[in-house]
């Protein structure tokens, strides 16, 4: 595990490049990408970050990391629509390809089958960063999901709940598809992101704490490319 613990005011720039070089590195990345408070600061800068290093972005494919049930197409707190609005439109024309969960046109099951066989014809996914939930889950594997978790529906937890009303979801969704752990920790590399006191609690108990499935971020610390990119804030819960 790689831990790095950069000062609140320079996280989104120093997140967002690095994600920049990691895209120059290789060009036809396939990269799992959140939404949440956490990484929409790191979404705000990436399009420059990337100008700035003369990398195109034509090839890489964009994957989900999941999404609400039950919100129509368009609503503005869909996952799809944030990422959408707040990364992918800014990147241009020739912006990347992007993979999401159909939960408009099929059921959540097959809208989740669809997913995988479209990750699987990808040959798997490079990079998923992943932001932590307030309870410890990253995605929508709320806690008591395993480490075999596989993509699937899920009841969300009440903070996910909250979480979505904050995007503008009135009333909050009760259900989501995510990636699962599986899939998760079958990736080459992994990113954790956290920032602001608010996280420090439940980073510290993650990094530190027993490995379990009670806290799903613990899992990750199990994976050989983990990379932990934190601001000061959420740092002081660790040891």
């Not at 939404?35 to 929409?40: A, D, N, Q, R």
Request: one cysteine or more; charged letters at 20%; glycine letters at 12%.
């Amino acid at each position: 595990m790689t831990l790095e613990i950069v000062s609140t005011s320079s996280w989104p720039d120093h997140v967002a490049g690095l994600l920049a070089d990691r895209v120059a590195g290789e060009l036809d990345l396939v990269v799992c990408l959140p939404t949440g408070s956490t990484p929409l600061p790191v979404y705000d800068r990436l399009p420059s970050a990337l100008q700035a290093r003369g990398v195109a972005v034509a090839d890489v494919t964009v994957v989900a990391l999941d999404e609400f049930l039950g919100l129509p197409a368009g609503h503005p707190a869909r996952c799809d629509e944030i990422l959408r609005r707040r990364l992918l439109q800014r990147l241009g024309p020739a912006g990347p390809r992007s993979i999401g969960f159909d939960v408009g046109g099929l059921d959540p099951d097959g809208a989740c089958a669809a997913f995988d066989r479209e990750l699987g014809h990808l040959g798997g996914i490079d990079l998923v960063v992943l932001g932590l939930g307030r309870n410890g889950h990253v995605g929508m594997n709320e806690p008591g999901s395993p480490p075999d978790a596989p993509t699937r529906a899920v009841a969300l937890a009440p903070s996910t709940r909250e979480a979505a009303i904050g995007y503008g979801a009135d009333p909050a969704p009760t259900h989501g598809v995510t990636l699962g752990m599986g899939a998760i920790l079958a990736a080459r590399e992994v990113w954790l992101l956290a920032t602001g006191a608010a996280k420090a609690e439940v980073l510290g108990r993650a990094m530190n704490g027993p490995v379990t499935s009670r806290l799903p971020a613990s899992l990750l610390r199990g994976h050989p490319g983990l990379r932990v990119l934190v601001d000061d804030a959420a740092a002081a819960g660790l040891s």
